[in-house]
Nanobody, 124 residues
Framework: VQLQASGGGLVQAGESLRLSCVAS????????MSWFRQAPGKQRELVATIFTGGSTTYGNSVKGRFTISRDKSKNTVYLQMNSLKPEDTAVYYC???????????????????WGQGTLVTVSS
């Protein structure tokens, strides 16, 4: 499985961005997909997860502003980010697990594959 993330950029506070993560290879074997982010000097943080059944969960800091979704026909997972804040500035990574990891989604070590990251910068 290979993951290709895109869609980052420089925006002003209050604006929106949509990130995409395209899976290739044996993408049919993916069970869970998540978006993480990592700001300079900080640990990688779980942003949002979409499970194989379609249910979703979000980090507390993005609830109500971000939406994770997927298009199975395009093997793509999206992260719609609205009302962006300067504290959302980070490199965003998509990650995929081949297993059910419901109880451990917030641990990066639970994932089997990672995208290369896309930089989101939010200016005040």
């Amino acid at each position: 499985v290979q993951l290709q993330a895109s869609g980052g950029g420089l925006v002003q506070a209050g604006e929106s961005l949509r990130l995409s993560c395209v899976a290739s290879g044996s993408s049919f074997s993916i069970n869970t997909m998540s978006w993480f982010r990592q700001a300079p000097g900080k640990q990688r943080e779980l942003v949002a997860t979409i499970f194989t059944g379609g249910s979703t969960t979000y980090g507390n800091s993005v609830k109500g502003r971000f939406t994770i979704s997927r298009d199975k026909s395009k093997n793509t997972v999206y992260l719609q980010m609205n009302s962006l804040k300067p504290e959302d500035t980070a490199v965003y990574y998509c990650a995929a697990s081949l297993r059910s990891i419901t109880s451990s989604i917030r641990f990066p070590s639970s994932y089997d594959y990672w995208g290369q990251g896309t930089l989101v910068t939010v200016s005040s």
